[in-house]
């Protein structure tokens, strides 16, 4: 019944910017780390940003100064905007999710990924 719905990919141009959205659907509850990470193909998947319940934030080295973590806890909403793009940046872009389920306990959720493609 739990569900991740993505957002946002697409192709932009080096420097250009863009939103990803991760919102959880279902019965949820609330949760506690939202995270981004990215995988290329034939490479590990790589950790972007977490986020936590009292908004603390940690980034890849790779990413510190040009993408900024955020969330929405109103709407399980997790989100990435992402400024200064390069085309290194280009990767399957996917949400991980600890949420409150309806039995009063936590569980992790991948969402499906998204294709962000930065080329001129």
């Known amino acids: 019944q739990v569900q991740l719905v993505e957002s946002g990919g697409g192709l932009v141009q080096p420097g250009g910017s863009l939103r990803l959205s991760c919102e959880a659907s279902?019965?949820?509850?609330?949760?506690?780390?939202m995270s981004w990470y990215r995988q290329t193909p034939g490479e590990q998947r790589e950790r972007v940003a977490t986020?936590?319940?009292?908004?603390?934030?940690d980034y890849a080295d790779s990413v510190k100064g040009r993408f900024t973590i955020s969330r929405d806890n109103a709407k399980n909403t997790v989100y990435l905007q992402m400024n200064s793009l390069k085309p290194e940046d280009t990767a399957v872009y996917s949400c991980y999710v600890d949420l409150l389920d309806g039995t009063g306990t936590y569980k992790g959720y991948w969402g499906r990924g998204t294709q962000v493609t930065v080329s001129s």
């Open positions: 279902g019965t949820v509850f609330g949760s506690k780390i």
């Open positions: 986020i936590d319940r009292s908004h603390r934030t």
